[in-house]
C-alpha cells in the first residue's frame, strides 16, 4: 500500500504551526456560496479514477487531483530517469506504474478529468518528505514531474493516441501543489512561484479557513474538524481518520461504523459554515480505499446530499480560487 501525505493528527499540525498563516476576512457570507473543495493525493488506482469522475459527474462536483508523476512511469523506466534530492535514482516511496497499460489508462483518465473540468495538481513525484529540501532540490522535482507528464503518452506506449491540447495542458495547466506528507521547508515557496504555480494546498488549519497568502502565493490549509463520541478535533483527510478509527490497521468489520462517523462529521462541518460565516470547507482523499471502503462511500453520500443545496458550490482549487478573490475586491492586500 502506497504511504499517505498526512501525518496522523495533532502532531503534523504542531509541526507545521510556523507555517499557518493570519486570512483576511471576505465579505458577509450572505453575499457568497458556501464552497465544498475536495481534493485525492496520489492519483493513482485507475478503478479509482473511474469510480471519481463517475462520483463527480453524478452529483455535479469538480475535484483536484494531486497527482505523484512516479505513477507516469515504469520502474525500469524510473530507475533511469528519476532521483529525488537525497535519495538513490530509481527511488520512490509510493513505487511507480506496473506496466505501459497502467499508464495507458492513467494518462486517459487525466485527459478525460481535464476535459470534464476537474483540476490537475502536483504532488511531487516520489511522495518523499521535503522538509529539509532547499528550493534547489523542489525546481529539480518539479523539473521531473513537468517531463513525466509531458511525456505519458509516449510512456504508456501510445504516442500517436497523444490528444491535441495534452502538450498544452502538461506545460501551463498545472497549477496547483500539495506536498507529500503535507511537509515545508523554506524552499517550497519560492520553488512554487519560480515553477508557476497559482496555489499551495499544503497547509493545515484549526478549522475551515479562508486561503492565506504568503509573498503573494494562496495557500490553502486542509482543517480540523470535530469527529466521534467525543468531538476531538482531526485533520480532515481520510488517512487521519484511519488512524484515529483502527491505528492504521484495515478494519473491515466495522467499516459501517467508520462510515457513520466519517459522515457525520462531514455533515457537521458542512453545516457550520453553511449555516454560520461560509467559509470553504475543504476534505482530503487519496486513491486507496482505506478501512474497505469507508471513507469514500461517506464522501458519496456527503457529496449528494450536499452539492445540490441552495447556494453551495463543490468545486475545486482552480475554481474555488477566483471565487474567493472576486470576494475580496474590497481587501486585494490578502492576495
Known amino acids: 500500500m502506497p504511504r499517505f501525505s498526512a501525518a496522523p493528527g495533532l502532531p503534523l499540525?504542531?509541526?507545521?504551526?510556523?507555517?499557518?498563516a493570519h486570512a483576511v476576512e471576505p465579505p458577509a457570507p450572505a453575499a457568497r456560496k458556501q464552497l465544498v473543495i475536495i481534493s485525492f493525493d496520489g492519483a493513482h488506482?485507475?478503478?479509482?479514477?473511474?469510480?471519481?469522475?463517475?462520483?463527480?459527474?453524478?452529483?455535479?462536483?469538480?475535484?483536484?487531483?494531486?497527482?505523484?508523476?512516479?505513477?507516469?512511469?515504469?520502474?525500469?523506466?524510473?530507475?533511469?530517469?528519476?532521483?529525488?534530492?537525497?535519495?538513490?535514482?530509481?527511488?520512490?516511496?509510493?513505487?511507480?506504474?506496473?506496466?505501459?497499460?497502467?499508464?495507458?489508462?492513467?494518462?486517459?483518465?487525466?485527459?478525460?478529468a481535464h476535459l470534464a473540468g476537474h483540476d490537475i495538481g502536483s504532488h511531487a513525484c516520489g511522495h518523499f518528505d521535503g522538509k529539509?529540501?532547499?528550493?534547489?532540490?523542489?525546481?529539480?522535482?518539479?523539473?521531473?514531474?513537468?517531463?513525466?507528464?509531458?511525456?505519458?503518452?509516449?510512456?504508456?506506449?501510445?504516442?500517436?493516441e497523444e490528444p491535441e491540447g495534452w502538450a498544452n495542458f502538461a506545460a501551463k495547466d498545472i497549477k496547483g501543489f500539495r506536498a507529500p506528507y503535507l511537509s515545508l521547508s523554506d524552499?517550497?515557496?519560492?520553488?512554487?512561484?519560480?515553477?508557476?504555480?497559482?496555489?499551495?494546498?499544503?497547509?493545515?488549519?484549526?478549522?475551515?479557513?479562508?486561503?492565506?497568502?504568503?509573498?503573494?502565493?494562496?495557500?490553502?490549509?486542509?482543517?480540523?474538524?470535530?469527529?466521534g463520541p467525543q468531538q476531538r478535533r482531526v485533520i480532515g483527510m481520510d488517512y487521519n481518520l484511519f488512524i484515529r478509527h483502527s491505528m492504521g490497521v484495515e478494519n473491515r468489520k466495522d467499516s459501517a461504523l467508520f462510515e457513520a462517523r466519517t459522515l457525520d462529521a462531514y455533515r457537521k462541518a458542512f453545516q457550520a459554515q453553511y449555516q454560520g460565516d461560509r467559509i470553504p470547507l475543504q476534505l482530503?482523499?487519496?486513491?486507496?480505499?482505506?478501512?474497505?471502503?469507508?471513507?469514500?462511500?461517506?464522501?458519496?453520500?456527503?457529496?449528494?446530499?450536499?452539492?445540490?443545496?441552495?447556494?453551495?458550490?463543490?468545486?475545486?482549487?482552480?475554481?474555488?480560487?477566483?471565487?474567493?478573490?472576486?470576494?475580496?475586491?474590497?481587501?486585494?492586500?490578502?492576495?
Open 13 to 20: 499540525l504542531l509541526a507545521l504551526a510556523p507555517a499557518l
Open 45 to 112: 488506482d485507475n478503478k479509482l479514477w473511474e469510480k471519481s469522475l463517475e462520483m463527480g459527474r453524478r452529483t455535479g462536483a469538480h475535484f483536484t487531483y494531486f497527482l505523484s508523476c512516479t505513477f507516469l512511469m515504469t520502474r525500469a523506466e524510473g530507475g533511469k530517469t528519476y532521483q529525488a534530492a537525497g535519495h538513490k535514482p530509481g527511488r520512490s516511496n509510493v513505487g511507480f506504474a506496473q506496466s505501459r497499460e497502467e499508464i495507458q489508462a492513467r494518462t486517459r483518465h487525466i485527459w478525460q
Open 132 to 160: 529539509s529540501w532547499s528550493q534547489a532540490d523542489w525546481q529539480r522535482e518539479f523539473t521531473f514531474f513537468n517531463a513525466a507528464l509531458l511525456s505519458a503518452w509516449k510512456a504508456g506506449g501510445i504516442e500517436g
Open 187 to 227: 524552499g517550497l515557496l519560492p520553488a512554487l512561484k519560480k515553477a508557476g504555480f497559482t496555489y499551495d494546498a499544503s497547509l493545515v488549519t484549526k478549522g475551515p479557513g479562508w486561503p492565506s497568502a504568503a509573498d503573494g502565493m494562496p495557500r490553502f490549509g486542509l482543517p480540523l474538524i470535530p469527529e
Open 284 to 335: 482530503g482523499f487519496h486513491f486507496v480505499e482505506m478501512n474497505g471502503g469507508a471513507y469514500w462511500r461517506a464522501l458519496d453520500r456527503f457529496l449528494t446530499e450536499t452539492c445540490g443545496k441552495p447556494d453551495v458550490a463543490c468545486v475545486s482549487y482552480a475554481e474555488a480560487l477566483p471565487l474567493i478573490q472576486n470576494e475580496k475586491k474590497a481587501d486585494r492586500s490578502a492576495f
